[in-house]
């Protein structure tokens, strides 16, 4: 199956798509807005530094929703961990 080159827009194939391994497209960026579209439908980057971005959609694959409310205050944490790398709080050597 050809693997689909990202465009500007961020619009993802269909995951039944993805290769036998799972590979879907290549290219793009990492910017929160590509990343949410893409963890939302269970597709993920992995690729090595100095190479093109590759996504990838294995079946059977997870999709997350969000933390189990059990966990506390370690829910606040996140939250704001979270929060703070969509809005680039954080300095890109952390995010590695």
Not at 11 to 20: H, L, M, N, T, Y
Not at 38 to 57: D, V
């Amino acid at each position: 199956m050809p693997v689909t080159k990202l465009g500007e827009r961020g619009d993802f194939p269909a995951v039944e798509r993805a290769g036998r391994g799972g590979l879907l497209a290549f290219g793009g960026d990492l910017s929160p807005r590509r990343l949410l579209r893409a963890y939302g439908r269970g597709i993920f980057p992995w690729y090595e530094e100095g190479q093109p971005i590759l996504w990838w959609s294995p079946a059977p694959r997870c999709v997350l929703f969000g933390l189990n409310r059990q966990q506390g205050e370690n829910r606040q944490d996140a939250d704001d961990g979270q929060r703070s790398f969509f809005h680039g709080d954080v300095p890109p050597e952390r995010i590695k």
